[in-house]
């Protein structure tokens, strides 16, 4: 189990400030969605692997994160 996982909360504070300093940091958005699913909070999660898709079309895990948060949801 991730540190996300197991205190989302404290990783979503984190991951955002990381997002303030590097906004365009696509692996940071993709963190922020995991981070945010371990919470229970799926839209939020989706939009955030939108974000980390939308500045890195070919990255992989966004893209795969993404579909299982739709299936969920």
Not at 22 to 28: C, H, K, L, V
Not at 33 to 43: C, F, H, I, M, R
């Amino acid at each position: 189990m991730t540190g996300a996982a197991k205190r989302p909360a404290l990783a979503i504070e984190f991951i955002e400030r990381a997002i303030d300093l590097e906004p365009r940091a696509w692996a940071y958005h993709s963190n922020l969605g995991n981070a945010l699913s371990a919470a229970g909070q799926a839209d939020a999660a989706i939009a955030a692997y939108r974000v980390a898709i939308a500045l890195q079309p070919e990255a992989i895990d966004p893209r795969v994160n993404l579909g299982n948060a739709l299936k969920r949801s």
